[in-house]
């Protein structure tokens, strides 16, 4: 039965046909030849082709494996292509906050960020998790400073405008019943360099995504992931970049419109 299974599993996902064609035919060929039902002439046509499509179904295999050892040993030594360790984007970011118990991110207004994650945010919380977001802080110069190193130098008031429905939605995340001072929200007098998600960062099935903002462009920033057992000391870097970003940060406080919560 589970050879049967097997079979089916391999056949519905299109995967080792040839295998499957060689051996059907090298079976019929065996009926054939014992009952005499066909020609030694037919019979031996039929193997010369079935050996062919066996050949053929060799080479496959022998150019994937090939291919797949180049590839190890590329990674082995430090050769991988920047299309394999950059994203345009976090694809999966929804699905890692939904089992997140402590979630810390930061960025320049995370607009779009806090917008993608707000109703997941909401139910972590609720279920008990710690949120740390930190921003640029909208009465500093970095709103200007945001500005002069995007598309719209001359223009700081957008990154202020971006700011305020990010503020609404922390301030709305920090004040749901039973929250208890697990939302924690920092300003910062800067622009940081980069973007950081982090989703428990202190366990060994922890996450760290990192976008590497452009400079004056909007062609979107290069993002890639970190893992505590594959990434060891980058890993480690990034988890301590947020606690020296974090407290460069000012709390936001109850002239923010935020509940007071005692420094961490």
């Known amino acids: 039965m589970r050879l049967l299974r097997r079979v089916r599993d391999d056949l519905s996902a299109g995967e080792n046909l040839e295998l499957y064609v060689t051996a059907l035919l090298s079976l019929t060929l065996a009926v054939l030849g014992v009952f005499n039902v066909a020609s030694g002439a037919v019979l031996s046509a039929a193997t010369l082709a079935t ?13 994937q494996v090939a291919d797949l050892a180049v590839q190890v040993t590329a990674r082995s030594q430090g050769e991988v292509s920047a299309q394999d360790f950059f994203s345009s984007d976090k694809p999966d970011v929804i699905q890692q906050v939904r089992g997140a118990q402590d979630i810390r991110v930061v960025g320049v207004t995370l607009a779009r960020t806090l917008r993608n994650l707000i109703d997941e945010l909401e139910h972590r ?137 005692p420094s961490a």
């Not at 050996?51 to 150019?63: F, K, N, T, V, Y």
């Not at 973007?195 to 995504?209: A, E, F, M």
């Open 125 to 261: 919380v609720v279920a008990g998790a710690v949120i740390k977001v930190a921003v640029i802080d909208p009465t500093t110069t970095a709103p200007a400073e945001a500005a002069r190193r995007s598309t719209i130098p001359n223009r700081p008031e957008v990154y202020a405008n971006r700011l305020r429905p990010s503020i609404d939605l922390l301030r709305d995340l920090a004040d749901n019943p039973g929250v208890d001072g697990r939302v924690e929200v920092r300003f910062l007098p800067f622009v940081p360099a980069f973007g950081l998600v982090l989703l428990d960062p202190g366990r060994s099935n922890g996450i760290i995504h990192v976008d590497v903002y452009s400079h004056s462009s909007a062609s979107g920033d290069a993002v890639f992931t970190l893992r505590p057992g594959r990434d060891g000391h980058w890993y480690e870097h990034f988890q301590a970049e947020f606690q020296r970003v974090w407290e460069s940060g000012r709390p936001a406080d109850a002239s923010d419109g935020f509940p007071t919560v």
């Open 51 to 63: 050996l062919a499509l066996l050949a053929g179904s060799l080479l496959g295999s022998r150019r």
